[in-house]
């Protein structure tokens, strides 16, 4: 009786002191024991036990450090009946225990330690009290987040002063609890970045930071999901992509998205929010969830870091109203008023650059947020401006001014590139023409930048608005010839740039009104800037000409080359002049001057001569490319379908470049291609 109060004071003993920690890693085992003796024995071999049985309880502490060790305390007590006696010796052990644990596979484990103490040896004569050591092998399943079932075995050697009191192996079956264990252990590390509200969008698909699961749990977390939430700024949190499974010790790194609402953007001035992350997940088949506290930093509206330049298309808000309005005046004079020189993107942005400078826009290095320093520390926050921002303002350093004008090109239907060099941003805009019409159009293509695309472009040099779109130009090119030789320039077009930081809606959140500058006086300004460029441009070349000519005044050549330099600048009266002579000095003309004039019949509206000119250049020339575009955009005027995708067709196949410049072609009719046909200027020619 004595004997069985003592081992039930000691079980009691170790489950409370398990019992009183609050979380896992500990763990308390109960164990039915079969103990199976195989020593000692009689001098003539007898067994001095037979077969007996007991129980073990153990108390478990795993390492969170190292999960593959733990350690314990382990009481057993083992009842053996003496060999033919009819008595039975009892056992009571007491010892740490020390052993590496592994999982081979999902909610399978084994154990190995090795165990050691101090025994009480209890028969009818006495006890004795010395120590013991033993190993013991355990095969674990999890059956749920806080119980495994046990099956293993154990050794026992109990010593004496004189040798064994028994050794041998015992069998063991049971479960073992883990104390805390019902929850996963799931430790949480996150890592939010600084969120910039013109880039809210942005973080709908890209990280707005990380968030690091540790699982220290006793078993796999599996589906885990991870969303952001930051009430102030979001109607709803943004669920991250689930992870399958996270296993026990293992941990994972997640990005975090965030989807904002546009409320965002009345950030002004750096500001601390709180936010909650929330991770959902399975643990051992039971939906769980858990929330923790986080805090984010806005930073301004305005803010963002030069590690992408591509950042900045953020403030090209094509879609403010007052950046439209500022626009279409201008550019419609300028497509429409005048004279049709070059095209009408050259012309375009020509006017636009004028109304800047006619608006009193200039330029003046922001002494806080230099682009020139801030662009070196690609982490660093600068403070831009937008578009309607710059034209209240009517100043700004080197990438506020580029970012106005890209907004006020990009409105006009005009593709734009931010150009950077060291310290430098400024603007190129695309022609629209290939680089052979390009360098046969222009007397300096190499103030041209020719992409490998086969587009054309050209660079302005922002910050000299006050000085005209001719000097910025020049200058835009001798920077991009000088860095670009250096291998220190950087091309950025707005439409790529675009897919990865969409433009904000400011209409909502920008307040600030802006007057347009005297419409006459502008393009008064413009008209004088066209006529100089003609000055430099073409009438060096055109005098060229005509000087050949006055020694062969019916070269068909230089009459053609010179009625096309006419063209180009929109001088179409002596364009056809020429044009017509070759075909009063010729019996047989030759396929360019066809060609040449039904491109001026197509400009002036005559569609079916246009037509008729070009079928008769094809007629003697099948794939010339121009001819191709003049029959296929001559038929579309006069609703030839089939003419149309015919002659298409092979300009696809001939010049897969002009092709896709007049891609509405290709659609043949209907209304989206027709409102992309309204343009009907010619910047093909063929000399």
């Not at 309005?325 to 008023?337: C, L, Q, S, T």
Request: glycine residues 8%; aromatic residues 12%.
């Amino acid at each position: 009786m004595k004997a069985k109060a003592v081992v039930v004071l000691l079980l009691s003993g170790i489950a409370a002191a398990g019992w009183c920690q609050a979380t896992s890693p500990f763990a308390i085992s109960a164990q039915p024991l079969v103990s199976v003796p195989i020593g000692p024995t009689l001098g003539d071999g007898t067994p001095f036990y037979t077969i007996g049985g007991g129980a073990s309880l153990r108390a478990e502490y795993t390492l969170p450090a190292a999960q593959y060790l733990f350690g314990g305390l382990e009481v057993d007590a083992e009842f053996l009946p003496l060999n033919g006696a009819g008595s039975a010796a009892t056992f009571l052990s007491l010892g740490p225990a020390i052993g590496v644990q592994f999982f081979p596979i999902q909610r399978f484990g084994i154990r190995l330690a090795g165990v050691g103490g101090i025994y009480a040896g209890m028969i009818e004569a006495g006890t004795v009290w010395n120590p013991f050591a033993g190993a013991i092998l355990d095969f674990g399943y999890q059956l749920k987040p806080a119980m495994a079932l046990s099956l293993g075995g154990t050794f026992k050697y109990h010593f004496t002063p004189t040798g064994p009191a028994y050794y041998g192996v015992g069998i063991t079956a049971g479960v073992r609890y883990y104390i805390g264990g019902s929850r996963a252990d799931l430790r949480i590390q996150p890592e939010l970045r600084p969120i910039f509200p013109v880039f809210y969008s942005y973080y709908d698909d890209n990280p707005a930071g990380t968030v690091t699961l540790q699982n220290h749990s006793m078993g796999p977390i599996q589906d885990v999901q991870v969303s952001l939430f930051v009430r102030e700024y979001m109607s709803a949190p943004k669920p991250a992509p689930a992870v399958p499974v996270l296993q026990r010790g293992k941990d994972v790194t997640i990005d975090t998205n965030a989807l904002f609402t546009d409320n965002i953007l009345a950030v002004t001035e750096q500001k601390k929010v709180a936010g909650e992350l929330e991770v959902a997940y399975t643990y051992f088949g039971q939906p769980m969830k858990s929330t923790y506290p986080v805090t984010l930093t806005i930073q301004p509206r305005n803010g963002m870091t030069w590690d992408q330049t591509e950042k900045a298309a953020g403030f090209v808000t094509t879609g403010d109203d007052r950046v439209r309005n500022f626009a279409a005046p201008f550019a419609a004079d300028a497509r429409d008023r005048g004279q049709m020189a070059v095209s009408w993107r050259f012309r375009v942005a020509m006017a636009l650059f004028e109304a800047l400078k006619s608006h009193g826009v200039g330029y003046v290095a922001d002494p806080t947020t230099p682009y020139i320093e801030k662009s070196k520390e690609k982490s660093t926050i600068d403070l831009l401006r937008f578009p309607v921002e710059t034209l209240v303002a009517r100043v700004g350093d080197c990438d506020d001014l580029s970012i106005l004008y890209a907004a006020l090109l990009e409105s006009s239907g005009i593709q734009s590139a931010f150009l950077t060099t060291p310290g430098h941003i400024f603007i190129a805009f695309n022609l629209g023409m290939e680089h052979k019409t390009a360098q046969a159009t222009f007397a300096t293509p190499e103030d041209l930048l020719l992409r490998e695309d086969g587009t054309t472009w050209l660079p302005v040099e922002v910050t000299r608005v006050r000085e005209g779109f001719l000097r910025a130009w020049k200058a835009g090119a001798q920077e991009w010839r000088a860095a670009g030789a250096a291998g220190n320039t950087e091309f950025v077009p707005l439409l790529a740039a675009w897919q990865k930081f969409p433009a904000v809606d400011t209409g909502r959140v920008l307040q600030g009104s802006t007057s347009n500058p005297d419409p006459t006086r502008v393009f008064q300004a413009y008209s004088m800037a066209l006529t100089q460029f003609y000055r430099n441009d073409f009438e060096p070349r055109i005098s060229e000409v005509q000087s050949a000519l006055k020694q062969n005044p019916n070269d068909a050549k230089l009459l053609n080359r010179l009625g096309v330099l006419y063209a180009r600048f929109g001088m179409n009266r002596e364009a056809r002049q020429q044009f017509e002579q070759i075909v009063k000095n010729s019996r047989d003309t030759f396929p360019a001057v066809l060609i040449n004039l039904g491109n001026l019949a197509y400009l002036e509206g005559n569609f079916q001569d246009a037509f008729d000119f070009y079928s008769k250049a094809l007629e003697k020339q099948p794939e010339s490319p121009v001819a191709l575009l003049g029959l296929a955009r001559s038929a579309y005027e006069l609703g030839k379908n089939a003419e149309v995708k015919d002659a298409y067709d092979k300009l696809s196949q001939a010049a897969p470049g002009i092709a896709q410049e007049y891609a509405y072609l290709g659609a043949v009719a209907g209304a989206t291609a027709r409102a992309a046909a309204a343009e009907q200027e010619v910047s093909v020619w063929d000399e």
